[in-house]
């Protein structure tokens, strides 16, 4: 059996398999509320068989939106809105849902991609920024306010309530969104934090504060439920956050109650990526290694053979899929006839599941994948 299509298990859920949808931005929340949007891409996306489906960036706060348009889940009408998309999605899809919380810090209050992705001004609705030091991310960006320390205790509380409402919707993993330059990110990478208190300076100072927020979210978050962090295995910067730095986070991390690791990069200033397929591997494969947490591999991860192999060398213990689900829903139906396996898919669309033709039945009609899949169930 190809090591993709095996179940793995984090705290009392099991994914059946390891293809995971990364949690991907949709900018089409209207004041945090999830949209009709949601109900069509969470949809579709909860019908195409992959193990784990992880819902975009959500703001613990309105400051912590990275656009206007950014999903929240800071108030009643917030949660009774994602309440609503989720009813839908659910009825048709057993798939777990995650949610990724976060909060974009000096990267929030910006314009949506589709109208220039850029800093957004007060007359386009945008807001005052905050950060760990009044450094900008670029020139043209917004001074962030320096969070004090009620500022920060402010935003831990955010992260708890989002955390509450979170578990009250039912969702099953909880994600924190510590890549990327977003505030969590920004506080461990010396790129945007120069405090010279006990929150900059040393790996440990940077590190402090985002080990606050993870500690007390997962005091927040029931115990049988799984709850990881996804952060930078590099900035790709000069004086930025590298993978000896990301293999000591993860071990933080891992002792006060992470049960898994996403390894992304980049964001915490504009840096020359060298993308290439699997271009951020390496990164959790070190970190697998040193720490022995289950790690999702991410970044430009196309095909199944490739997922497959990374895998196989003992590299990652989950694939997540971007770009390549949004264009390819059904990615995990075909990987998993190319890899010879069975992934749930909706009774509506039983006879279209393989591409090479009409799957074959038994004697009571049932289409073969479907039988075996319920064989491998019990
Ligand atoms: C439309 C879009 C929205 C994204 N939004 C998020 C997000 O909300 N949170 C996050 O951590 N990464 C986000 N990402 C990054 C993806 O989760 C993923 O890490 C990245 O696209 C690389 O994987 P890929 O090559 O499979 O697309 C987004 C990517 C895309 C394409």
Redesign the pocket.
């Known amino acids: 059996m190809a090591m993709l299509f095996e179940p793995i298990a984090l705290r009392s859920l099991v994914l059946p398999n390891r293809v995971v949808i990364?949690?991907?931005?949709e900018f089409s929340a209207v004041d945090g509320c999830a949209s009709d949007w949601h109900i069509i891409h969470l949809g579709h996306l909860a019908v195409s068989g992959a193990g784990l489906l992880i819902i975009?960036?959500t703001g613990v706060e309105p400051a912590g939106r990275i656009s206007r348009e950014c999903l929240g889940l800071y108030s009643d009408e917030n949660e009774e809105a994602l309440a609503r998309v989720l009813k839908i999605v659910r009825k048709y899809a057993s798939m777990p849902i995650g949610i990724?919380l976060s909060h974009a810090g000096r990267k929030a209050s910006i314009r949506k991609p589709a109208d220039g992705r850029g800093p957004a001004g007060e007359e386009e609705g945008g807001w005052e920024v905050v950060a760990p030091s009044p450094i900008p991310f670029a020139e043209t960006w917004k001074t962030p306010r320096m969070l004090d320390r009620a500022g920060m205790d402010s935003v831990i509380s955010n992260f708890v309530q989002a955390t509450k409402r979170a578990d009250r919707l039912g969702l099953d993993l909880l994600e924190l969104?510590s890549?990327?330059g977003y505030l969590m990110s920004s506080y461990l990478s010396p790129i945007a934090n120069v405090r010279t208190d006990e929150y900059g300076g040393s790996l440990e100072n940077r590190m402090r504060f985002p080990l606050e927020i993870f500690k007390a979210v997962r005091e927040a978050w029931p115990d049988h439920k799984p709850a990881g962090v996804?952060f930078n295995g590099s900035d790709w910067l000069e004086g930025g956050i590298d993978p000896d730095e990301a293999v000591a986070y993860a071990k933080a991390l891992a002792a006060i109650g992470c049960d898994y690791v996403d390894v992304?990069s980049g964001g915490n200033g504009y840096a020359n990526i060298p993308l290439s397929p699997g271009y951020q591997v390496p990164f959790a494969e070190r970190v697998k290694r040193e720490t022995g947490l289950p790690t999702m591999a991410?970044?430009?991860?196309r095909e199944p053979s490739h997922a497959e192999q990374i895998l196989q060398d003992g590299m990652a213990d989950m694939i997540?899929?971007?770009?390549?689900i949004?264009n390819n829903p059904r990615w995990p139906w075909h990987a998993a006839e190319e890899l010879g396996a069975v992934v749930e898919a909706p009774h509506q669309y039983m006879r279209a599941v393989t591409r090479t033709g009409l799957p074959t039945q038994d004697s009571t009609g049932v289409p073969s994948h479907i039988a075996q899949l319920r064989e491998s169930r019990g």
Not at 298 to 301: A, D, E, F, N
Not at 320 to 324: C, F, P, Q, S
């Open positions: 990364a949690p991907m931005c975009e960036a990724q969104h890549a990327h996804r992304s991410v970044g430009l991860i997540a899929l971007g770009r390549g949004l």
